[in-house]
Nanobody, 114 residues
Framework: VQLVDSGGGLVQAGGSLRLSCVAS????????MGWYRQAPGKQRELVAG???????NYADFVKGRFTISRDNLKRTAYLQMKSLKPEDTAVYYC?????????WGKGTLVTVSL
């Protein structure tokens, strides 16, 4: 299982970015997918998740601003981020949960400037 996350970058406050996570293999449609983030000096935290059936959940701090989605044919999960704030600055990690096992991407850095 390999996950390649991408799409991070530098953006001004109020801007938008879309993160992508491409998965290897045919397991993707059977995995719950999620995005986590880790800011410097802080623990990794859940940002959003999407189940195999498309049910989504969000951390309170991103509700109304971020949208998680998945395309099983492309084996890709997305995180659309809008109205970004400086406090959203972090490394964002793609996560797949398959048969109770977690798998992680290497992370993509999102930096939001004032």
């Amino acid at each position: 299982v390999q996950l390649v996350d991408s799409g991070g970058g530098l953006v001004q406050a109020g801007g938008s970015l879309r993160l992508s996570c491409v998965a290897s293999g045919s397991f993707f449609s059977f995995a719950n997918m999620g995005w986590y983030r880790q800011a410097p000096g802080k623990q990794r935290e859940l940002v959003a998740g999407i189940s195999t059936r498309g049910t989504t959940n969000y951390a309170d701090f991103v509700k109304g601003r971020f949208t998680i989605s998945r395309d099983n044919l492309k084996r890709t999960a997305y995180l659309q981020m809008k109205s970004l704030k400086p406090e959203d600055t972090a490394v964002y990690y793609c996560n797949a949960e398959l048969d109770g096992m977690p798998y992680w991407g290497k992370g993509t850095l999102v930096t939001v400037s004032l």
